[in-house]
């Protein structure tokens, strides 16, 4: 157990609805990324978030959008899905960006977009 | 662009043996970090070693070393004494040592302990 917590773990959507995903970052983490990882693939990073301020964002659309709350919680919001957002979602949370601080892992949320 | 390659997709090996699993990566960088995760199949994604490119010295947790190869660009996992809860997919991934800290992780080896 790592600390970092996701919900909800699984989720159906149709083509063009919006999704919210939260993770909980672990006590003392004041950043969060966030990684897509499609069937059979490595994670893909998406974006982060260092105190409350995006961070860096890896070749996703604006569609994909984040929040960073002041206890340094997180939000990944898809709009306009597709059904190649289907996925495992997965945040993780680290105790500074640009530091030499390890990323510890939340279970994930699986979506299902139909 | 950084990338990470996994060309071992599955690998097998029987309890209590020793197995290799291999990893490549590709940086015009000098300073960066290496990691191996382990992901089991309740998703949660589990550090299991990591190396700084600085240190010439192999990192090794417990039953878990590496042979980190820098000119090669070359990261393996040596797993000892292998047991049935080691039986996840492991991936190898890599940080520079600046701006913000993306994982770029490689496709996975799916890892079948043999009872």
């Known amino acids: 157990e790592t600390g970092v917590t996701q919900s909800p773990t699984h989720l159906i959507k149709t083509r063009g609805q919006q999704v919210t995903l939260r993770c909980s970052s672990q006590?003392?983490?004041?950043?969060v990324s966030w990684y897509q990882q499609a069937l059979g693939q490595g994670p893909q990073f998406i974006f982060q978030y260092y105190r409350e301020e995006e961070n860096g964002r890896g070749n996703f659309p604006p569609r994909f959008s984040g929040l960073q709350f002041p206890n340094y919680s997180s939000e990944l919001n898809v709009n306009a899905l597709e059904l190649d957002d289907s996925a495992l979602y997965l945040c993780?949370?680290?105790?500074?960006?640009?530091?030499?601080?390890?990323?510890?892992f939340g279970p994930g949320t699986r979506l299902l977009v139909l | 662009a950084q990338t990470v390659t996994q060309s071992q997709p599955e690998m097998s090996v029987q309890e209590a043996e020793t197995v290799t699993l291999s990893c490549t990566y590709d940086?015009?960088?000098?300073?960066?970090?290496l990691f191996w995760y382990k992901q089991p199949p309740s998703r949660q994604m589990i550090l299991v070693i990591r190396?700084?490119?600085?240190?010439?010295q192999n990192a090794t947790e417990n039953r878990f070393s590496v042979n980190f190869q820098k000119a090669a660009k070359s990261f393996s996992l040596k797993i000892s004494d292998s047991q049935l809860g080691d039986a996840a997919m492991y991936f190898c991934a890599y940080r520079n040592n600046f701006g913000n800290e993306k994982l770029t992780f490689g496709t996975g080896t799916r890892l079948t302990i043999i009872p």
């Open positions: 940086t015009s960088e000098s300073d960066y970090y």
């Open positions: 190396q700084e490119a600085y240190k010439q």
């Open positions: 993780a949370s680290s105790r500074g960006a640009g530091t030499q601080e390890t990323q510890y």
């Open positions: 006590s003392g983490h004041n950043t």
